[in-house]
């Protein structure tokens, strides 16, 4: 099954045309001829198939079918993440995408060692386009750009990872609406109350020292496959 990500509103059309970049991998590196089905995506739950009923050397046209299915998890949940260098920060963002992370909101905090550049945001939305469309999800997750962590949006349905914490994170992930991870030297004592205060459940992910990205994955795939 070939996944493309449409432009916004390209479901409800007849047709869907291609170029460019997607033109190049579609037609150039998957080797797809006229007759062959792709599966669009909105990047926002909803799919359609199409058939492709054109093709030239730099244009392609898709003819839009019927409903196709999401491939999406049962219930939506977000990400607050302490700003991490652009390489590992790319792994978290394709890896989170592909288990259909919603949202991923990066801050800095008091112990954060860095934020992004402009740069780094703009490769990471490449690379959650390229792992929507790899992994067959229908979500693409808005990412925004570093925030102090008293500006995020964290509040109830929250669980803050820390490991001093007294409650096990596999108590609440199946409540679990937002993750929020701090950075590799965790959040002070001071921010944990803050958060707390805002209505998050600080919560322990076991003895193991995970890195913040790890950490951050692992969390994701529990919240995302437990039970409420």
Known sequence: MIHLLAEAGDLARETVEVEGADHRHLFRARRLKVGDRVRLI????SARWSVVDQV???RAVLRVEGVAPVFEPARP???????????????????ATELGLRELQWFVSERTSRSLPARALERQRRIAKSALEQS????????GVPVPLEE??????????HPGAATSFMAVAGSAEAIVVGPEGGFS???????????AVPAHLGPRVLRTETAAVAALAVALTAMS
């Not at 949940?77 to 890896?95: D, G, M, N």
């Open 189 to 199: 004592e001071r921010e944990i109350e803050e958060l707390a205060g805002r209505g």
């Open 42 to 45: 909105d990047g926002r739950g």
């Open 77 to 95: 949940v977000a990400l607050f993440v302490s700003a991490l260098r652009p390489e590992r920060a790319a792994w978290l963002v394709e890896k």
């Open 136 to 143: 067959g999800g229908a979500w693409l997750p808005e990412i």
């Open 56 to 58: 030239t050397a730099g």
């Open 152 to 161: 995020a949006a964290i509040g109830a349905g929250s669980v803050a990872l």
